[in-house]
């Protein structure tokens, strides 16, 4: 059973920057693909970045060019890098991996107000 671990987030300013870390209990070769989901107060949760196993990356449209998924095999790690952030990305983000099933962390509260 996988676990997933989310830490990272916080309360930054409009334009600030927050980086997001995702710690698997196992290695993240067997877990493909990872990604980064959030979830704002009565808004379904949303697929914000995907990355494969061989680090092909997709983003959603609306942080194309702000955001950068990235991973390190050797930390099991998974990171979100959130630039320029915008007061609609304020949600609880979670982190996503599947291995013959889907498993989720607990999710991080990332609040963006000045």
């Known amino acids: 059973q996988v676990q997933l671990v989310e830490s990272g987030g916080g309360l930054v300013q409009p334009g600030g920057s927050l980086r997001l870390s995702c710690a698997a209990s196992?290695?993240?070769?067997?877990?493909?693909?990872m990604a980064w989901y959030r979830q704002a107060p009565g808004k379904q949760r949303e697929l914000v970045a995907t990355?494969?196993?061989?680090?092909?990356?997709n983003y959603a449209d609306s942080v194309k060019g702000r955001f950068t998924i990235s991973r390190d095999n050797a930390k099991n790690t998974v990171y979100l890098q959130m630039n320029s952030l915008k007061p609609e990305d304020t949600a609880v983000y979670y982190c996503?991996?599947?291995?013959?099933?889907?498993?989720w962390g607990q999710g991080t509260q990332v609040t963006v107000s000045s």
């Open positions: 996503f991996g599947l291995q013959a099933r889907g498993y």
């Open positions: 196992e290695s993240i070769f067997s877990i493909n693909p």
């Open positions: 990355i494969t196993s061989g680090g092909s990356t």
